[in-house]
């Protein structure tokens, strides 16, 4: 394309005052680029923004029916901070990952568990709670996003890889006797066992760790380690649940000691599925 000529003088006027206008633009943006550059390297401020990094931690329950305890995953860490001290299963979320695929990546470096369902619990993100939060960490604040499940205590297998995973050991804790766990997890535990019997009351959560036939006692034991021992009597808790009509008795029974031989249960789920809209009370 030809280049086009301006050949008045009034042209080259308007054009040299255009060019001066756009020159003193730049030079205002590059002052404000260095003011800017200025403030970001200055002390924070109360209005500063915060730089947020996301974790995830795993509050993961299962019940020990033998020795009639209600359990806590924990694992041991490996690094700074908090070396040494026991913790929920949990990690930093990955550039492009999901939270709900971390939480799941997490546990699968350290356990080997079917039937797990993690449901999201709490975001966790009060100002002090990470000590990596210093002040002269600029802004820097760190997010936990907690989940939660209830798994069968006789499925959980533990394939840690303590050389690279950022942990040093794995165990079930009594959740009556928990070690000092680090960062606020004392308090995630605490908001996850909350809403483990609130789902015991209105759900059927419980089906998911028993056998796929089990008697009403197995079931009202599975209450009772959770809720604790006065929670109903174990008249009421039978007449309630079966009153639900969700239980299919099998036609087998069992014996167990002394006592008349038990009926056999399994969980009706296509039952359920007609009352899931309905308010329950299972307890």
Excluded at 20 to 36: D, F, G, N, R, V
Excluded at 45 to 52: E, N, P, R
Excluded at 163 to 177: E, H, K, L, V
Excluded at 235 to 254: M, P
Aim: contains cysteine.
């Amino acid at each position: 394309m030809a280049e086009r000529r301006l050949g008045s003088h009034r042209l080259n006027g308007k054009l040299s005052a255009k060019l001066s206008a756009q020159q003193s633009t730049k030079q205002s943006a590059k002052q404000s680029a260095k003011q800017s550059a200025q403030q970001s390297s200055a002390p924070l401020t109360g209005d500063s923004l915060a730089d947020f990094k996301v974790g995830v931690d795993n509050v993961i329950f299962s019940v020990d029916s033998d020795k009639r305890r209600l359990l806590v995953l924990l694992v041991m860490r490996q690094h700074e901070p908090f070396a040494g001290c026991w913790s929920l299963p949990g990690t930093l979320v990955r550039q492009g990952e999901a939270l709900e695929a971390a939480a799941y990546r997490v546990l699968a470096e350290k356990i080997r568990v079917r039937h797990l369902y993690l449901e999201q619990l709490y975001t966790f993100g009060g100002p002090g709670r990470d000590p990596r939060e210093a002040a002269d960490s600029f802004g820097v604040r760190y997010l936990s996003v907690s989940y939660f499940a209830l798994v069968r205590y006789a499925e959980v297998e533990a394939i840690a890889d303590f050389a690279t995973d950022g942990a040093i050991g794995i165990a079930w804790y009594p959740f009556d006797r928990l070690p000092e766990l680090a960062f606020d997890h004392d308090r995630i535990v605490q908001y996850g066992y909350q809403r483990l019997r609130n789902k015991l009351e209105y759900s059927p959560i419980a089906f998911d760790v028993l056998p796929e036939s089990f008697t009403l006692s197995d079931l009202y034991q599975l209450y009772t380690i959770v809720l604790g021992e006065n929670f109903s009597d174990y008249s009421n808790f039978r007449s309630r649940l079966l009153k639900l009509g969700i239980l299919l008795d099998t036609g087998v029974k069992v014996s167990r000691g002394a006592g008349r031989p038990a009926s056999l249960y399994q969980f009706d789920a296509i039952a359920f599925q007609q009352l899931e809209n309905k308010p329950l009370v299972f307890v």
